[in-house]
């Protein structure tokens, strides 16, 4: 991923026209049917297992306010393998919702305001205590216009963790869609991308790309090549923080 500054508190940044291009994407491709486990599935779809079956959410729950949509994405997952990502889970809202840009929307806000403030007072935003540990600096935030609208928090952030947590929720995606499970060692390229390139790099997937929207708070588009693995993501938070997963099968040995 290339460097990103991790803005501790989010600010509003009033990006509403970034925000439109969204906002007709999820009016246009709601969810079109609930996604709940297979009773059909046998094995956990991250490592194989096929025991301690539990229901996963492949987007973490704690990134819906209450009362949470009723269209959520599940897959079957080991007891191991949740207790794994239950980790990884609040990791990553607490990176969606410290991030300036996604600031901008009112359900991050608000989440952040809710939950994130309290774990980083208590002490138990595993980012917080990282970011903490770090350099950083106070820079200008300003609008692609080049509104000065705050300052906000730069620090270096795990971007390899990131990634990692990126990459399952695809191979999460990739089963709840495919019924095949993407292995472990498949080699992903995960990067930040600007808001600004997001209806263009939607364009680029084309007509055949999949999709699924879930309000506000999360969507992915992708693309699937004939050779197996070989995939394209572009994954969207809250309408702001959007991200490409390219995936390539494993090396061969
Ligand atoms: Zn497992």
């Given at each position: 991923?290339?460097?990103?500054?991790?803005?501790?508190?989010?600010?509003?940044?009033?990006?509403?026209?970034?925000?439109?291009?969204?906002?007709?994407?999820?009016?246009?491709?709601?969810?079109?049917?609930?996604?709940?486990?297979?009773?059909?599935?046998?094995?956990?779809?991250?490592?194989?297992?096929?025991?301690?079956?539990?229901?996963?959410?492949?987007?973490?729950?704690?990134?819906?306010?209450?009362?949470?949509?009723?269209?959520?994405?599940?897959?079957?997952?080991?007891?191991?393998?949740?207790?794994?990502?239950?980790?990884?889970?609040?990791?990553?809202?607490?990176?969606l919702l410290m991030?300036?840009?996604?600031?901008?929307?009112?359900?991050?806000?608000?989440?952040y305001?809710?939950?994130v403030?309290?774990?980083?007072?208590?002490?138990?935003?595993?980012?917080?205590?990282?970011?903490?540990?770090?350099?950083?600096?106070?820079?200008?935030?300003?609008?692609?216009?080049?509104?000065?609208?705050?300052?906000?928090?730069?620090?270096?952030?795990?971007?390899?963790?990131?990634?990692?947590?990126?990459?399952?929720?695809?191979?999460?995606?990739?089963?709840?869609?495919?019924?095949?499970?993407?292995?472990?060692?498949?080699?992903?390229?995960?990067?930040?991308?600007?808001?600004?390139?997001?209806?263009?790099?939607?364009?680029?997937?084309?007509?055949?790309?999949?999709?699924?929207?879930?309000?506000?708070?999360?969507?992915?588009?992708?693309?699937?090549?004939?050779?197996?693995?070989?995939?394209?993501?572009?994954?969207?938070?809250?309408?702001?923080?959007?991200?490409?997963?390219?995936?390539?099968?494993?090396?061969?040995?």
């Amino acid at each position: 991923m290339p460097t990103q500054a991790a803005p501790l508190v989010p600010r509003p940044c009033h990006l509403t026209r970034l925000a439109a291009d969204f906002a007709s994407l999820a009016a246009e491709a709601p969810v079109r049917r609930p996604h709940t486990m297979s009773r059909k599935q046998s094995r956990c779809s991250y490592c194989g297992s096929e025991t301690r079956l539990t229901r996963d959410h492949v987007i973490p729950q704690n990134l819906f306010p209450k009362p949470r949509p009723a269209t959520v994405i599940t897959v079957g997952a080991c007891s191991p393998c949740q207790q794994l990502k239950a980790k990884d889970d609040q990791f990553l809202r607490d990176y969606l919702l410290m991030d300036a840009v996604a600031g901008n929307n009112p359900i991050a806000s608000d989440l952040y305001d809710r939950k994130v403030r309290r774990s980083i007072s208590r002490g138990s935003s595993e980012l917080a205590r990282h970011l903490q540990a770090q350099p950083f600096r106070r820079v200008p935030l300003v609008t692609p216009a080049g509104l000065y609208v705050d300052f906000v928090i730069e620090a270096p952030l795990p971007q390899d963790r990131v990634a990692a947590i990126l990459t399952r929720v695809v191979r999460g995606l990739y089963y709840s869609s495919r019924r095949n499970l993407m292995p472990a060692s498949v080699r992903s390229k995960v990067l930040r991308r600007s808001p600004a390139d997001f209806a263009s790099m939607l364009d680029a997937l084309g007509p055949n790309r999949r999709q699924r929207v879930m309000g506000a708070v999360f969507g992915c588009a992708f693309l699937e090549d004939p050779v197996p693995f070989r995939t394209i993501w572009l994954l969207w938070f809250f309408e702001s923080v959007v991200f490409t997963v390219e995936t390539e099968p494993p090396a061969a040995v």
